[in-house]
């Protein structure tokens, strides 16, 4: 099983993990989680975010995000909780794995249409775009370090797309400090990493 199936089935596993009984996996479940949020949510919604910045701010990975006095979108209010969210619910302490993927798909799926939203606004000024854009940069760069222990491998996919560190820890521990490195390369790509069927028909 590669990483994609492996990050696929651990998310899937979180999912059904209701007071931390086992979860029984039926593979049509699992394809659709795959389908349905892995590929036509969460990778649609990054790619989509990466191409969009390479039109607006090119192929380097932008400096701090200038959101004084500018509409900041969907975005910058799903980064206040749910990083935090997720981070919780993974912790030893306060561990509840479906709580944390639900708060992660809640987020995506919110993201998303805000994205389409950005796309769509065909009157939105450069600067208003770029900053909301840099804002689901900063929270796609965010959701993939606290979901790491879930999905590893998508993990370190994002964090290769926005020249990041793999090991890269949030909330950040030096003030001023980002978790993607300004004018580091900027990569799309991030489509295709998750398939469908994960589970072999079996017979």
Not at 39 to 54: A, F, K, M, P, V
Not at 130 to 151: C, G, K, N, S, Y
Request: charged letters at 20%.
């Amino acid at each position: 099983m590669n990483s994609a199936h492996s990050d696929a089935l651990r998310f899937h596993a979180c999912l059904l993990s209701e007071n931390g009984s086992p979860p029984v996996i039926h593979p049509r479940e699992l394809d659709e989680t795959v389908q349905l949020f892995l590929i036509d949510e969460l990778e649609r919604w990054s790619d989509g975010l990466l191409h969009q910045l390479l039109d607006v701010v090119g192929v380097r990975s932008p400096g701090p995000r200038p959101d004084a006095g500018l509409p900041a979108g969907a975005a910058v209010r799903l980064l206040a909780t749910a990083p935090y969210e997720v981070r919780e619910w993974l912790s030893p302490h306060s561990f509840a794995p479906d709580r944390a993927a639900a708060v992660f798909v809640r987020t995506v799926v919110e993201a998303r249409r805000d994205l389409r939203r950005i796309t769509s606004a065909r009157l939105l000024a450069h600067s208003a775009r770029r900053t909301q854009l840099l804002a689901h940069l900063e929270l796609l760069a965010t959701l993939a370090v606290v979901i790491r222990p879930v999905m590893p491998g998508w993990s370190g996919l994002v964090a290769e797309h926005l020249g990041m560190p793999r090991d890269a820890h949030w909330p950040p521990t030096a003030a001023g400090h980002r978790l993607f490195v300004p004018d580091a390369p900027l990569r799309t790509g991030l489509l295709a990493y998750f398939v469908v069927p994960v589970s072999p028909p079996s017979g």
